[in-house]
């Protein structure tokens, strides 16, 4: 009896929609109401509807309360850009073989809405060309709706906020052997889900250019995301460091994917929640990164890509998630273990036994077996702390793997560049050590921070002798710390002409969290377009900055310094012609935490008509300084009266007369100056990065100061600039491990005959044999 009964409440009414007879407007209105409307029979319980010719809609179709499952027979129904084609308010909907196109709608969903507990289930169909406020595609709009979705491709949609192709508001969404290529969220996150408080669940399928400001394939706010076997390639965000995902709060569990992005950025910005089988560009979607996963082109529909001979996919991917099909419908496993990725390759072959003579080893390679501790192409295990020293100068081509152990690079006069397309290093937790380098022409996408170095969950950085250079970002146009317990310090180097864009912060430096320690350095002609020319700092945290040179930075509020939340405490500072609109060269923006402390330093700006060297709140301390106006804290006017901007890292020299000189406050006196003069040299102190020294000079020159030398040799430990003069301009480079005659010392320097020429180089990274101490 209970049988007699089932079928009776499933029984179907059948009707053909494309005669003028009986339109799907009416064909819905049956079945929805079981009565009949216009030409079409009365519904029933389950009403299928056979599509026999393109739709184009004139009128918004009713919403779906009843059960219908339409047949599209390859046919097309069009919203004609003014419509979302159908609207499922508690019923239930089977779209099978159809092409929804041109919907639209300015709100959620521009080709279907799920609400009220509706369930949607698709069968190999295209969602294409579709435009929605949210949900470019599809929105579920409340906690109880279902979608299954099989077999179907999503093309060219577009969101003008969240979710290009789905929001997901709530409810289950289950996606198996589909495809999702070039859809958009225009101006918000995820380019193909926006996900919160739901659960989705994606297998077998692939994306390929899609696009958001946040997370190209997916953003998450909250809820449960998993995407198994899935091919990722060529998504970008345009925004936040996330190519693939982006999460802000729920789970992501990515198992046996592909994912190579892109862009400059990451992939899985912020961590997945579980991570296993995985093979990624980057490495931040799984344990190694790959560069090159051999696929072939796109192709097919559902779009995929197929794996070439020698794919590292092939075989690899971890049995207890392995599907018994891939997205074509393919048998796994075909090999000795499924393939990694949407696609189960009946083709390819495994890669030959690896070249002789073996592969070379290059800085990529080098970070991962550092990181691992394993060999990775041709570079041998790392171990413990390992040190990378630098033969030649290199431009990326790719985005360096992150760093997540104990690395030193020895840079021996050499520069690393971005290229303009690429962050140069991002430290996630490990221990970096930066010599003797130059890092230039970093770049992060256009909202993105930290252009030269990223720095985050409790990474160190130290930086010596180098240069940061024509770095780009949004916030911290070289380096951006982000985290409470990261620190960055930073020695004898120079910052020239990295900028902080799109309404940024940080033209040099963006304190976000932590620590920042800075000495005997130099920040010249770094801008934000915002706030902090050379350094901002933020929220919390500890900003230091000692015997340092800022000059010709700019920005809109806070031309030199900004301090937004970190302790900032300045000593022994040079700042000279710096520009802002708000706070030439200092701006203190918050009363407690955000406090400004100065002491033994320079102010001196060349417009102040208008402008003041100091705005913001008023400095928690300013003692012993000397500012040319009183907007610091101290009565101000008197003119330092300096040398012209040389050396690097740049500074002034004090003129003679100079009222810095012997002024400073002796509390706050440090041990020597920018340039390793001791302090003091008189009867006091000198105020400034730069002590002018007894005998009259602002640095330690060539005359009465140098000695003579006539039996001693030095053997250099780096490779070694070669000076026209103590901190002069750059000639040539010694090699490490050269053995030289020194002729001459100053402090801090020798004077050597190398290869028939005379010049000067560091005392810090020689060994000394014979007599070669100064008296």
Not at 38 to 50: A, E, K, N, V
Not at 631 to 646: F, N, R, Y
Request: net charge negative; charged share 15%.
């Amino acid at each position: 009896m209970s049988l007699l009964l089932i079928l009776t409440l499933i029984s179907l009414a059948t009707a053909q929609v494309g005669a003028s007879t009986c339109s799907l407007a009416d064909h819905i209105r049956s079945a929805n109401t079981n009565t009949s409307f216009g030409g079409c029979p009365q519904g029933t319980s389950h009403d299928i509807i056979t599509i026999t010719e393109d739709i184009t809609l004139s009128e918004a179709l009713p919403p779906v309360i009843g059960t219908i499952t339409i047949e599209g027979n390859g046919h097309s129904i069009s919203g004609a850009d003014q419509f979302r084609i159908f609207d499922i308010s508690g019923g239930r909907l089977t779209l099978r073989n159809l092409t929804l196109t041109d919907g639209y709608w300015n709100g959620n969903g521009g080709a279907i809405r799920l609400r009220n507990g509706g369930t949607l289930t698709v069968e190999n169909s295209t969602f294409k060309d579709n435009r929605g406020h949210r949900g470019g595609a599809i929105a579920m709009v409340s906690g109880n709706v279902v979608a299954t979705i099989s077999g179907s491709s999503f093309i060219g949609n577009e969101s003008e906020l969240q979710g290009g192709v789905f929001v997901l508001d709530g409810g289950t969404a289950t996606i198996r052997n589909s495809s999702f290529v070039d859809n958009l969220a225009e101006r918000a996150w995820g380019g193909v889900f926006h996900a919160q408080g739901s659960r989705l669940s994606v297998t077998n399928s692939t994306f390929n250019g899609n696009e958001g400001l946040a997370g190209g394939v997916l953003a998450i706010l909250s809820g449960q995301a998993a995407f198994t076997h899935v091919t990722m390639i060529d998504n970008e965000s345009a925004y936040l460091g996330d190519d693939a995902f982006y999460r802000s709060g729920g789970t992501i569990a990515l198992r046996n994917s592909l994912v190579s992005n892109r862009g400059p950025i990451e992939d899985c910005d912020r961590g997945l929640t579980v991570s296993e089988g995985n093979l990624s560009r980057d490495g931040t979607c799984s344990a190694l990164p790959i560069r090159n996963l051999m696929l072939g082109d796109l192709t097919g529909a559902p779009a995929y890509f197929p794996l070439q001979d020698g794919s590292p996919a092939l075989d690899v991917a971890i049995a207890d998630y392995c599907p018994a099909t891939d997205q074509l419908g393919a048998a796994r496993p075909q090999g000795d273990g499924c393939d990694v990725g949407a696609i189960e390759s009946t083709t390819a072959e495994l890669a030959l036994t690896p070249v002789v003579p073996p592969p070379p080893c290059p800085l990529f390679d080098q970070i991962v077996a550092a990181n691992t501790d394993a060999p990775s192409g041709g570079c041998g295990a790392g171990e413990g702390h390992d040190i990378i020293k630098l033969a030649e100068d290199i431009t990326l081509e790719a985005l360096l793997p992150r760093i997540t152990s104990e690395i030193t690079i020895e840079g021996n006069g050499h520069t690393l560049s971005g290229d303009s397309r690429f962050r140069i290093f991002s430290v996630d937790g490990g221990v970096l050590t930066i010599n003797n380098l130059t890092l230039t022409k970093g770049r992060v996408a256009a909202n993105a921070k930290g252009g030269a170095l990223m720095v985050q969950n409790g990474g160190k950085v130290i930086i010596n002798d180098s240069r940061l250079s024509d770095n780009v970002a949004k916030e911290g146009g070289a380096i951006w710390i982000s985290t409470a317990n990261a620190s960055v310090t930073i020695n004898n180097s120079s910052f020239v002409g990295n900028q902080a864009l799109n309404h940024g912060a940080g033209g040099a430096i963006d304190l976000s969290d932590g620590r920042l320690v800075i000495k005997k350095s130099s920040f010249v002609r770094n801008s934000a377009s915002a706030i902090g020319g050379a350094i901002s700092t933020w929220r919390s945290g500890e900003a230091i900055v000692i015997n340092s040179t800022f000059s010709g930075n700019r920005a809109e509020t806070g031309g030199a310094v900004y301090s937004g939340g970190a302790s900032t405490t300045l000593t022994h500072v040079t700042m000279v012609d710096n520009y802002a609109n708000d706070g030439v060269a200092l701006h203190s923006y918050d009363s407690y935490a955000g406090r400004i402390h100065l002491r033994n330093s320079i102010v001196q700006s060349a417009d102040l008509h208008r402008i003041t060297n100091c705005a913001g709140n008023p400095l928690a301390q300013s003692i012993g300084n000397l500012i040319n106006d009183d907007s610091c804290g101290v009565a101000g006017g008197a003119d330092p009266t300096l040398g012209e901007l040389t050396g690097e890292p740049a500074w002034y020299a004090l003129a003679s007369g100079s009222p810095a000189i012997d002024a400073a406050e002796p509390r706050f006196c440090l041990e020597l100056d920018q340039i390793g003069t001791p302090r003091p040299q008189g009867s006091g102190c000198d105020i400034g990065a730069i002590e002018r020294s007894a005998g009259g000079a602002a640095r330690t020159e060539t005359g009465s100061d140098t000695q003579d030398l006539s039996s001693c040799n030095v053997t250099t430990t780096h490779v070694l600039n070669f000076r026209d003069g103590p901190y002069g301009a750059r000639i040539g480079a010694v090699p490490e491990n050269a053995i030289v005659t020194a002729t001459a010392r100053t402090a801090g320097w020798f004077q050597v005959e190398y290869e028939g020429a005379t010049g000067w180089i560091s005392a810090d990274y020689v060994e000394k044999e014979g007599d070669c101490d100064l008296d």
